[in-house]
T-cell receptor, first 118, second 112 residues
Framework: DAMVIQNPRYQVTQFGKPVTLSCSQT?????MYWYQQKSSQAPKLLFH???????NEADTPDNFQSRRPNTSFCFLDIRSPGLGDAAMYLC?????????????????FGDGTRLSIL | QKEVEQDPGPLSVPEGAIVSLNCTYS??????FMWYRQYSRKGPELLMY????GNKEDGRFTAQVDKSSKYISLFIRDSQPSDSATYLC????????????FGTGTRLTIIP
């Protein structure tokens, strides 16, 4: 089945130690998103890629970076994790076609990476 | 005021009951309306989406959108214990390369 795969499912890191989360997709979608979701809260968009174009949300801290080396993969880098960065990190994909209402697809999510900070 | 308001619950109903989940919103530019189901320690799973006003049915699930009232609903008929999850409404102006605006989610428990 086509899907969005996130690794690892659980990640523990130390305060201030860089960490990288990964996302891959077999949907061949051209848009990939990273969300942060804290307990009992709605997912919060950090940034997204439309093809190779990076779009950062205005309130995303500089501590969060992303890379998309190819269509299928996207990485979230947290340069110096703080205790407040403990959360579930969700990757999602969607499709933006040339003809509206024809090939555009809604967002599909992976199962997330739960990040803990010691 | 948040752009999307959703009652966080928790909501507990007996098995077999009809469940009604609702969201209100303030941005009249929203045209696409989605319902996601999120089980504990899992990512959101897309249940249904609708474009503009109207109803859409898929098995036991019915989504309704009333753009004039800026009000959307998800109905679950013959609710099952496996329906126990958090339900998130989400909306956007377009599909594809577009930010979703989420509600905070309603935690639903179906009691056997």
């Amino acid at each position: 089945d086509a899907m969005v795969i996130q690794n690892p499912r659980y990640q523990v890191t130390q305060f201030g130690k860089p960490v990288t989360l990964s996302c891959s997709q077999t949907l061949n979608h051209n848009v990939m998103y990273w969300y942060q979701q804290k307990s009992s809260q709605a997912p919060k968009l950090l940034f997204h890629y439309y093809d190779k174009d990076f779009n950062n949300e205005a309130d995303t801290p500089d501590n969060f970076q992303s890379r998309r080396p190819n269509t299928s993969f996207c990485f979230l880098d947290i340069r110096s994790p703080g205790l407040g960065d403990a959360a579930m990190y969700l990757c999602a994909t969607s499709s933006q076609g040339d003809a509206p209402h024809v090939s555009n697809q809604p967002q599909h999510f992976g199962d997330g990476t739960r990040l803990s900070i010691l | 005021q948040k752009e999307v308001e959703q009652d966080p619950g928790p909501l507990s109903v007996p098995e077999g009951a009809i469940v009604s989940l609702n969201c209100t919103y303030s941005n009249s530019a929203f045209q696409y309306f989605m319902w996601y189901r999120q089980y504990s320690r899992k990512g959101p799973e897309l249940l249904m989406y609708t474009y503009s006003s109207g109803n859409k049915e898929d098995g036991r699930f019915t989504a309704q959108v009333d753009k004039s009232s800026k009000y959307i609903s998800l109905f679950i008929r013959d609710s099952q214990p496996s329906d126990s999850a958090t339900y998130l409404c989400a909306m956007s102006r377009h599909f594809g390369n577009e930010k979703l605006t989420f509600g905070t989610g309603t935690r639903l428990t179906i009691i056997p």
